[in-house]
């Protein structure tokens, strides 16, 4: 006569915690892929895209090197 045994998940079913972070982890990934995407690399060299905002108003002081 077999014992029967209730049926038990499996060890790799990943916790609700896990998938949680794991979700968060896919967003954040997809977050840098589409600013990889926005801003071209050409943009990502040019050290001083960062003075401009995004809806169009730009620094108006010239940067340079050395300061004068």
Partial sequence: ????LPPT????????AEIFAF??????VGLVLATLL???L????NVHH???SAIG???????TWPPT
């Fill in 57 to 63: 108003a730009e620094r108006t002081v010239p940067l």
């Fill in 42 to 45: 050409a943009g990502f060299r």
């Fill in 9 to 16: 998940p499996p060890a790799c079913v990943p916790s609700l």
């Fill in 23 to 28: 979700l968060v982890l896919c967003h954040f």
């Fill in 1 to 4: 006569m077999s014992l029967l």
């Fill in 38 to 40: 926005a801003e071209s």
């Fill in 50 to 52: 960062v003075c401009e």
